[in-house]
Nanobody, 125 residues
Framework: EVQLVESGGGLVQAGGSLRLSCAASGFSFDDYAIGWFRQAPGMMRVGVSRISNHDGNKKYLDSVKGRFTISSDTAKNTVYLQMNSLKPEDTAVYYC??????????????????WGQGTQVTVSS
């Protein structure tokens, strides 16, 4: 059974940092791309970042470039999202998602097959 479990969310002041973790199980981690998405109340789900485990290719939403860093620890089957210089507009529920891919998918949530339950990130001004 494929499982994705997010952790690391919380409340932080603007300018602060958080590191989200996505622990994966039930599939061959190296064959999958893992993405981070976020959804604020009343808003659509937006792709934030993605890493392709087969080649390490990374992709970021323009508004988080230079602030967020995605990384993958294949020994732990875990993907991280380091978020620095957080802004109130980063407030959302953050989800990780996975798709089996020998290519590098984009940041469209429709491309991903498996989803975690989400973790809340709140940035106060």
């Amino acid at each position: 059974e494929v499982q994705l479990v997010e952790s690391g969310g919380g409340l932080v002041q603007a300018g602060g940092s958080l590191r989200l973790s996505c622990a994966a199980s039930g599939f061959s981690f190296d064959d999958y791309a893992i993405g981070w998405f976020r959804q604020a109340p009343g808003m659509m789900r937006v792709g934030v970042s993605r890493i392709s485990n087969h080649d390490g290719n990374k992709k970021y939403l323009d508004s988080v470039k230079g602030r967020f860093t995605i990384s993958s620890d294949t020994a732990k089957n875990t993907v991280y999202l380091q978020m620095n210089s957080l802004k109130p507009e980063d407030t959302a529920v953050y989800y990780c998602a996975a798709v089996r891919a020998g290519w590098s998918p984009g940041l469209n949530h429709l491309e991903y097959d498996y989803w975690g339950q989400g973790t809340q990130v709140t940035v106060s001004s």
